[in-house]
């Protein structure tokens, strides 16, 4: 017979975890809206793309008038995490390892591209660019600040609020730019 604690412990885990699963599909929704209603404003083709995972990111990229062949890392990550998953299989932890440090190239340049993308597309709506690195740095800060809970465990839960106050700082920069009413959608200048 199981024992009455790890039952318990197990109830706490999922809970948590269906309380995350919520909040990340709430997160997604809201995103995907905010996207739709900037692209309408930006008059981009097929704004519906918000919400498909990856294609999101095409939408994002013509948004900003930039390429949108940084995209394609995602499969090269994919790609690697299928490696990864053959590997740990046969138990190669140290190749596992490997891979796992060797995906952080893609995946940076992918989130410094998505940074830019969105700068590109807060000033096209006549707001500051920078919205979209500070709450990225909010979050870096309280990162830094939940390792530092390991030594400092008061760190703990004022590192989860910030990570949290980082995430809902760019769901307020994203709602405002798609739906404030001064959000406007500055012309080029072509010549």
Known sequence: MADPVDIQSMMQILWIFFVVMIFIIIMYVYQSLAFMK???KLKTKNPWLAWIPVANSVLQANMAGMHWWPVLLYAVLLFFYIIMFIFALFQNITVVNIISFITYIPSIIISVYTL??????????SRPGYWAILPV????FFTALLFLSTLYPAFLVISIIGIILGIILQMLFLGVAAWHKNSIVKKSSKK
């Open 116 to 125: 830019i993308w969105l700068w590109r597309i807060y000033e096209k709506v």
């Open 137 to 140: 740095i909010v979050i870096f």
């Open 38 to 40: 900037i692209a309408q």
